[in-house]
Nanobody, 123 residues
């Protein structure tokens, strides 16, 4: 069974940086896409960035130039480097994985989710 575990969240001031990690286990093959989503209170869960099994990366427009996705060589850990954070980035950040993701930013495309890690940015 696929399990995802996020870490690295915390509280920072505006302009600060955080690096989130998502450690995955239980993959039965390597054709999974992995993604980061976030959900702020009262808002829908939205896609932040994703990497498919071929290493192609997509970013939401609101994080381009600030956030960077990467993966370790074993493809078991997905990272999200977040720079120049702003208060509007405050949210619970979730890691997701899916075997047949056609549209990366649609949350229903993903079969597996982590529990989330909280990111809070103060002004």
């Amino acid at each position: 069974q696929v399990q995802l575990k996020e870490s690295g969240g915390g509280s920072v001031q505006s302009g600060g940086s955080l690096r989130l990690s998502c450690t995955a286990s239980g993959f039965t093959h390597r054709r999974y896409s992995m993604a980061w989503f976030r959900q702020a209170p009262g808002k829908d869960r939205e896609g932040v960035a994703a990497m498919d099994s071929d290493g192609r990366i997509n970013y939401a427009d609101f994080v381009k130039g600030r956030f960077t996705v990467s993966q370790d060589n074993a493809k078991t850990t997905l990272y999200l480097q977040m720079n120049n954070l702003a208060p509007e980035d405050t949210a619970m950040y979730y890691c997701a994985a899916g075997a047949y993701v056609a549209v990366w930013e649609i949350k229903n495309e993903y079969n597996y989710w982590g529990q989330g890690t909280q990111v809070t940015v103060s002004s």
